[in-house]
């Protein structure tokens, strides 16, 4: 069973209580969240026109699963992960460099539908 970590979009599809992602979950050791990706929704909710109610739902996502923060372990992954992609010509944005260092510290699976992490050594993708 893997172990998987929400890339952003798979958080706002937990959500939105996606059927397909949620048999996903449930096939799996355990789930966790970021800070990044936490800091991601927390942007999204504070643009949206439903605040408190965005604000919420994310103290939910971050109740339900365990939140991994960055340290230096994941600066060292993070460096080693943007300095590949910038000689391959293919950078991602810094958020998801630090998303994908976490998840390839911890060895989790990262819950994505996002193409560009597929560019990313070392990193398991699932979508759903």
């Known amino acids: 069973m893997p172990s998987y ?6 958080a706002i599809a937990w959500l939105a209580r996606s059927e397909v992602l ?3 979950i449930h096939s799996a050791s355990r789930v ?3 800070s990044i990706v936490l800091g991601e929704l927390h942007y999204g909710a504070e643009k949206s026109q439903q605040v408190m109610r965005n604000l919420q739902r994310i103290d ?3 109740r339900e699963f365990s939140i991994l923060n960055c340290d230096q372990e994941t600066a060292r992954i993070f460096g080693r992960v943007k300095a590949r992609l910038a000689k391959l010509g293919r950078p991602v944005s810094p ?3 630090w998303i994908a260092a976490i998840a390839i510290q911890y060895g989790l699976t ?3 539908r996002d193409a560009d992490f597929g560019a990313v050594d070392g990193l398991a993708t699932q979508s759903w």
Not at 5 to 10: A, E, K, R, Y
């Open 5 to 10: 970590l929400f890339d952003t979009n798979g």
């Open 60 to 62: 939910q996502i971050a």
């Open 110 to 112: 990262l819950l994505t």
């Open 32 to 34: 966790y969240q970021s």
């Open 22 to 24: 949620n048999l996903v």
């Open 95 to 97: 958020n998801d460099n």
